[in-house]
Every structure is written in structure tokens, then in C-alpha cells.
């Protein structure tokens, strides 16, 4: 719930305006919390783990690192860029004279979402 303001939508990224909440919530029909949340436990997901599996596979973020984290190398580059040590990924990748990786900093990371609007008269 938003207030309406003059300034428009306050959110950034890439909004989609649905027509109902259904459209909404039809992504979590049907799946648990614990299943969309699988192997992102906080144990799992911290940044010295990270730079620990990939300085382990010798600079790989390909299927060697990303087995390391138990996870697929798509999300391996996800959590680098969501963690920001892409920097410290790419010294490690230099050290065992592997090329530097390529990843998206946090302004190239699209944050699309789903927008249910409902608009409730003043005073509500």
C-alpha cells in the first residue's frame, strides 16, 4: 500500500501493471515457501562461501565453482552480482590466470515485478 503522491510511481525498475491480484499471486500457486527458497539458506549465501568455492575451483564459475556452492552456475553469477565481490571473484580468476568474467553491476540488474493497483477513495 502506497500513498498517492504528485510524483507519480515511487518504485524503480521495470514495473508490469496487472488487472488483478490473481495475476499477482499465480507465481506461488502451488509451491511452498521452503521449495522457492531452497538452497538460498543464509548458511549458503554468504560471500565468504562464495570467494571460498571459487578460489577452491581454481577461478571456475562455471560447473566446477557453481558445485561447490550447490548451485547452477546462473545463480552462482546471481548471487556474485547480488553479493557485489565481483571484483574479488575476478582477482581470484586472475590469480589462476583465467580471463576476467564479465557481470552486471547493481544499475544493469533488471528488477522487473508485478504491480497490483487498487485505488481507495481519500480518507479510507
Known sequence: ???ETPLGFPYGGEPTFVR?????????????????FAGFAA?????????????????????????RVGTTQAQLRRLIENWGISRDVNRIRKKYRRSPAHFRNEDEVPDRYKIYEERLPPGY
Do not use: K, N
Open 43 to 67: 548458511e549458503r549465501q554468504t560471500p565468504i562461501r562464495i570467494l571460498d568455492a571459487v578460489e577452491a575451483a581454481q577461478g571456475s564459475i562455471g560447473v566446477r565453482g557453481a558445485q
Open 1 to 3: 500500500m502506497v500513498a
Open 20 to 36: 488483478s491480484l490473481t495475476d499477482v499471486l499465480r507465481l506461488y500457486v502451488g509451491r511452498s515457501w521452503r521449495g522457492v
